[in-house]
């Protein structure tokens, strides 16, 4: 694999951050384990039929839960979420029960959705791509709850500045 220069990766990324997307929270289930987590890398990737790409690090612990799960939770979060970002983005699952510290319910699927998230969407994993270090999950949508207004997103500048809970490498 080729190495990029920091003359490419600097001006890259401050292209990416300039964008602002929005941030989210995924939320997984396998068995009887449950787990959540802040991505930054999610975007809806077609209109008919309706699919949504979450990108999941390989070294987060909602990945391990995401690996045998046939369906996922992703939450839309307002302007005002920061502090649900905070819990699951600057913690992490393995030393902490996230869940334990926030107001939840189980969703479609035995999901976990999140009650302070401003609308959220179950899907169903459809398929899995590899993206260095980390995996796209390709979700067809299975049930959704939208706002009931408009919302302005979390975006990721209000979240940059999080020490994540565990490292993406």
């Given at each position: 694999?080729?190495?990029?220069?920091?003359?490419?990766?600097?001006?890259?990324d401050t292209i990416v951050a300039y964008a602002?997307?929005?941030?989210?929270?995924?939320?997984a289930r396998s068995e009887e384990r449950r787990a959540g987590c802040l991505v930054g890398f999610a975007a809806q990737v077609s209109i008919e039929p309706r699919r949504f790409l979450v990108g999941l690090s390989t070294a987060n612990h909602t990945f391990?839960?995401?690996?045998g799960a046939r369906h996922l939770a992703v939450h839309l979060l307002d302007a005002d979420g920061f502090a649900l970002?905070?819990?699951f983005g600057a913690e992490t699952g393995v030393e902490l029960d996230k869940?334990?510290?926030?107001d939840w319910h189980t969703g479609p699927h035995g999901l976990p959705i999140l009650g302070g998230a401003a609308g959220w969407f179950t899907g169903e994993v459809v398929q899995r791509v590899e993206f260095g270090d980390h995996i796209g999950f390709v979700l067809a949508?299975?049930?959704?709850h939208a706002p009931a207004a408009p919302v302005r997103s979390l975006r990721y500048d209000k979240v940059a500045d999080l020490d994540p809970g565990q490292p993406a490498d």
């Open positions: 694999m080729s190495r990029v220069a920091d003359s490419v990766l600097r001006p890259f602002d997307a929005p941030v989210w929270i995924v939320t391990t839960i995401a690996e970002a905070q819990l869940f334990e510290h926030c949508p299975t049930a959704a």
